[in-house]
């Protein structure tokens, strides 16, 4: 692809430094439909990205946008704080008989926010409350968000840098496999619970993904998360699962966690809960721990009715006949073929994959190969981005609605990005 360089001059001039994804897609977008963003110069590119996860349902869904449009068409709501409106009661009616009545679950829902970050914060704060604790435990290569409290629990030191000051009550232990099996789970863990000359206090709560995107897509057993809920069932801790990117069926199931058989005390979901990429997020919780006096937690845009819209029709169009799920494992599978012929290709680059659902990640011996892989996928009209703590890894995020065609184009496209890289 032939591409004009484009006119970035008030980005590059006004918009602060702190800017990141535009540096490496150096372009400006204009519309997008689908699995496809087209820039102002109509060069089209396969998006492998999808908002961060954001987008399970690609680029303005039609059926998503229709009724958006309808809603605001007809003067609905768009600003509610935490006013009852009947976009949020056909929201919760929906989510009830949708995803929690179906799973046999009594989760109350809280709306914190509009960000993940702010579900994470609503999140540890209601733990610390009920348990009478500070101490969070959290796990290598976790990401939970950029505010105090959620970097506190985030393990990137690049990311925790930025904070300015000490990010405390966080206490850091390892994820599944992160010492390559050479020590049986939460042996480190269990025993200093145990031991009172440890130096930990005792946890509030347990935060974890069951997939770590940002992390380099490091996937938790079944078994190892099992273990875990044993764990803090036996020491009163509660557990967090932050389901904010691997939720919304990115992994297979509307939860992530669904495969390993537990049901966490309280869930984080954000990004794709609307379906249109309209900020909205939630804290989910057992019942018992639904302490909150009125108020105590609060903020202006709690209530985005335009999101509880197109949530609400996500739902109902992709989630009440189970066959989401089913085609999410499908293309998994077409994806995980791929990608383990790629791995054989370039086994002399100590290339690897592992993943789960519609979310992988591609990595080889040298770090910075997935920086240059990613770069040469933008140069062929394909966006995916990298993860890791030394981004590290090729990270594939299509839209849970991509067909079969357009998942071959993005293989083909890497194949072509990883050969020309070799």
Known sequence: MTITQPDLSIFETLESEVRSYCRNWPTVFDRSRGSYLYDEDGHTYLDFFMGAGSLNYGHNNPVLKRALLDYLERDGITHGLDMSTTAKRAFLETFRDVVLSPRDMDHKVMFPGPTGANAVEAALKLARKVKGRESIVSFTNGFHGMSLGALAVTGNAFKRAGAGIPLVHGTPMPFDDYLDGQTPDFIWFERLLQDAGSGLNQPAAVIVETVQGEGGVNVARPEWLRGLAELCKRHDMLLIVDDIQMGCGRTGAFFSFEESGIVPDIITLSK????????????????????????????????????????????????????????????????????RALAVEHAHAGASYRGRGLVWGLTFDEADRARRVCQRAFELGMLVETSGPQSEVVKLLPALTATPEELDEGLRVLTRAVRETD
Not at 320 to 333: F, P, Y
């Open 272 to 339: 794709s809960i609307s379906g249109y990429g309209m900020p909205m997020s939630l804290t989910l919780f057992r019942p018992e721990l639904d302490v909150w006096e009125p108020g105590e937690h609060n903020g202006t845009f709690r209530g985005n009715n335009p999101a509880f819209v197109t949530a609400s029709a996500t739902l109902n169009t992709y989630w009440a006949d189970g066959q989401m799920e089913k085609q999410t494992l499908s293309r998994g599978e077409q994806i995980e073929s791929a990608l």
